[in-house]
C-alpha cells in the first residue's frame, strides 16, 4: 500500500522540528534555539510505527528587501512540490498540508498565508490542517483559533483550513511543579488519518497501538522530570521526615499523566487524583517505606543523598503506578470510580520489592554524583517493573 504523505510548512521557530518529533516517537529532526531556522533544506522522515511520511520545509523567513521577490524558502517548496508533482509515482503525492503556527505568537499575517498558498500552489486541492504549537494556554486557544481564521479568510476566498488543531509537542515547564504536559498530537493523528485518501489510510489497530505508546512515551517524560526534580527538592538540608515535601510535584505529576491520557475533570477525576496524592503522601505505605529505607544501616552516604534517593524513588513509584491506573481506566479494562483498586495498585508500589530496589540504589551511588544521573537511574528501575505489567 503506498503511504500517505503529509506536508509540514510554516515560519522558522514555530516548532516544526518538535512537532515532527513528537509525532514520530523520536529525536529524527533537528529542533534548537537560534537566530536561523534549523531546517535548511527539503527532508522526508518516515514513520516507524505508523506508514505514513512526514515532510519537513524550510521555515519561511521574512523578506529581507523590497527586491527579493521571491524568498528562498519559499522558492525550496514550491519548487520542491513541483517536482514532486511531475512525477508519476504516487508515492510522491502530498495528501495533507500541516500549516504550523506559533500558538505563543500575537498576530498571523496575511502574507503568510499568502506565502504558505503560493509555495504550495500545486497542491491546491489538498486539505490544509492548521497546527497551533505552543498551545500552552487554554485561554489564549480561542483567541488562535480566530487568529488563524480571520487570517486565511484575508488572504485567499477560496482555500481555508480543513481543521485547526491546538497542539503542545512537548511538555512545557514553569517550574518543577507546574508544567503543561503533550497535548492534542494523537488527535492530530487521528484526523490526518481520516483526511488521507483512502488507500492511504492507516488500519484502525494500527492507529490505536500508536495513540497508545504515544501516549506512554508522553508519560513516561513526565515522571522522569518530576524523578529528577524529587531528587533536587529530597537532597535540601532540611529534614526529610515524611513525604509531604513531594506533595507539589506529585501533584503536578499525576495531573500531567491524567491529562496525557485524556482524565482531566469531573468529582470521579477528582477523587481519584486525590486517592493517589494521598498514596505518596500521607498514606502508611509512604511512611513505612521512608522509615524503612532511613533504617537501613551502613550506608555510609550524605544525608542529603539518602533524601535525594528516597525522594526520587517515591516520585517514580507513584509516576509508573499512576501511569498504569491512568492507561487501564483509558483501555476501559477499569472504571474511573474504582478508587479502592487504584489505592490497592498504588501502595503495592511503595511496598514489599520498593525498599530492596531503593536499598540497591543507595548501595551503588556515591556522594558527590550528580542529581540527575541518580533520579535515572531510580526511574529506569520503575521503567523496567512497569514493562512487565
Known sequence: MAKGNVLVVGNSGVGKSTLINAVLGEKKAAADFGIKGTSSEITVYKGEEIDFNLIDTVGFEPQKAFWELEPKAIKTVREWC??????????????IIWFCVDGTAAKLFTK??????????VWKEVPIVAVITKSYSQPDRVKNIKMVQ???????????????????????????SVFA????????MDLTNELLPEGKRIAVDVVAKYKLE???SFAQAAVLSSTAAAATVGAVPIPFADALLLQPLEVAEINGIAAIYGIRKGDQAKLLKNTIVEVGTISTAAKAAISALKAIPGIGLATSVINA?????????????????????????????????VRK???SQLAGSFVEKMKGVLESVTDGQDMKDIAKQIYDLFIQ???KK
Do not use: C
Open 82 to 95: 513541483k517536482k514532486a508533482a511531475l512525477d508519476d509515482d504516487m508515492e510522491n503525492d502530498i495528501n
Open 112 to 121: 503568510t498565508i499568502k506565502d504558505l498558498l503560493r509555495a504550495t500552489s
Open 150 to 176: 480571520d487570517a486565511f479568510a484575508a488572504a485567499s476566498k477560496t482555500v481555508q483550513p480543513r481543521a485547526i488543531m491546538p497542539v503542545i509537542a512537548e511538555s512545557f515547564y514553569l517550574s518543577d
Open 181 to 188: 504536559p503533550p497535548e492534542g498530537i494523537t488527535e492530530l
Open 214 to 216: 504515544r501516549r506512554r
Open 309 to 341: 534517593v528516597i525522594a526520587s524513588g517515591i516520585v517514580a513509584a507513584l509516576g509508573e503506578g499512576s501511569i498504569y491506573v491512568f492507561e487501564q481506566i483509558y483501555l476501559g479494562n477499569k472504571e474511573i470510580s474504582d478508587v479502592d483498586w
Open 345 to 347: 495498585i498504588l501502595e
Open 385 to 387: 517493573s512497569f514493562v
